[in-house]
């Protein structure tokens, strides 16, 4: 382990660390880390809301919407947020008006999202699932106000004036283009296709999926593709799900069928539990092993606050905090790892239960039952709990290597801040 540690850190962390301290990523980083403490409120009462007990989902169920809205005011809002901050923290970057920047992005994030048919803000685009249009429009809002301001192209107010009155009429010219850029741009798209900025994203990111079947190059595509759209802050889960979900769920009620029938052989192995009982433990990317690194193994102050932030959540497969908090979201570092693991364990657990080692999935049990228990209720077969716990091992293996180099950064980062400030 320790010659492989070395070998990243000679070949790989060069460049790895030079692409993660580029001016954009670093910002978006940042960013999406300030997003932290809704993401942990949110989780929390997501938990509440969707208990594993089937006795309790049945005790909550009456609340479930009341409880939701506090998650929808939290990982529901998490695009919007981020779309302030990333514009917030890149124009800082730059030495320009970070709070005139963050009110642009967010104005201009706002006229890119669709509308219902009544006129109403589809909340779904304001969380997860509209982040990669909040990343791309923060970056251009600040990137033109940058232009702006350099090309002397603002309105500059004579000396006395208060200076937040300055920085209000600074910010209109740059506004005024940044916002109507967007809206002919989205005025164009619905005109000639019917879809707004964000929904021709996820259309072209689509299409590829639609032809999935649930073959072993199926599963590990639709992986692939999800993790691949994580890591630039695309809800890919959400995706990959609403794409292929209503056929995981109708290969599992033919395994249900089967079993009913006393089959001892089940015929599908891709259904829906495939992918969130045995993939997904921790959450998208096989993550929970890598709450517990972080908790254990890291010096970082940074990284271990992350680790006993998220291992609660984690617990119950939500991975939100983890996801934002190191961040893994355009971490060069960390974005290799979130890919090979989930990869790994599928294949892992493809072939146990291809090879009729392990019972293949049948119940469809709340998602956020957590691990150990979620495989024997979902196969009715105790090898299924060795199975998980063969893919929380291997899940490790993967991340410890990579987080090692992280955790050196972090940590030397912090180090050197101590010695500025003595």
């Not at 997860?128 to 603002?154: D, P, W, Y």
């Not at 891709?270 to 690194?293: E, R, W, Y």
């Amino acid at each position: 382990m320790d010659t492989f540690i070395n070998f990243l850190d000679r070949y790989f962390m060069p460049v790895a660390g030079r692409l993660a301290e580029q001016r954009h990523l670093k910002s978006i980083r940042d960013g999406i880390v300030a997003t932290m403490p809704l993401l942990l409120i949110g989780s929390f009462f997501l938990i509440i809301a969707f208990p594993p007990v089937p006795a309790l989902e049945a005790l909550i169920k009456p609340y479930v919407n009341d409880l939701l809205k506090i998650v929808n005011a939290t990982f529901g809002i998490i695009a919007m947020v981020a779309s302030f901050t990333i514009a917030y923290s890149l124009a800082g970057t730059y030495k320009l008006d970070s709070l005139a920047a963050g009110i642009l992005s967010l104005s201009a994030f706002m006229v890119a999202i669709p509308l219902s048919q009544d006129g109403n803000i589809l909340l779904k685009w304001t969380g997860s699932q509209g982040l990669f249009v909040a990343i791309l429009i923060a970056v251009f809002t600040v990137e033109m106000q940058r232009k702006f301001v350099e090309k002397n192209l603002i309105i500059r107010m004579p000396e006395g004036v208060p200076p937040s009155v300055a920085r209000s009429f600074a910010a209109l010219v740059p506004g005024f283009v940044i916002l109507s850029v967007v809206w002919v741009i989205n005025f164009i798209l619905v005109k000639s296709v019917n879809l707004s900025i964000p929904e021709v994203i996820n259309k072209v990111i689509a299409l590829p999926l639609m032809h999935l079947g649930s073959t072993l190059p199926a599963i590990i595509l639709a992986i692939l593709v999800a993790q691949l759209l994580w890591s630039v802050g695309i809800h890919g889960q959400a995706i990959v799900e609403g794409i292929m979900a209503p056929i995981w769920i109708s290969f599992a009620e033919q395994n249900a069928a089967a079993k009913a029938a006393g089959e001892i052989v089940l015929p599908h192995i891709a259904t829906l539990q495939f992918f969130q009982i045995f993939v997904q433990i921790g959450g998208t990317g096989t993550t929970l092993a890598l709450a517990l690194l972080l908790l254990f193994t890291t010096r970082s102050k940074q990284l271990k606050a992350v680790g006993r932030a998220a291992i609660g959540p984690g617990l119950f497969n939500i991975n939100e905090p983890i996801t934002f908090g190191m961040p893994i979201v355009m971490n060069p570092i960390m974005i290799v790892p979130f890919m090979i693991a989930p990869i790994l364990v599928a294949l892992i657990t493809y072939f146990a239960m291809a090879l009729n080692i392990v019972g293949r999935p049948y119940a469809l049990i709340p998602w956020t039952t957590p691990v150990l228990i979620s495989g024997f209720l979902t196969t009715g077969d105790w090898k299924a709990i060795v199975l998980q716990i063969i893919n929380f091992a291997v899940a490790g293996a993967v991340y410890y290597s990579f987080l090692k180099l992280w955790d050196n950064k972090k940590y030397e980062e912090e180090q050197q801040a101590m010695l500025e400030k003595e």
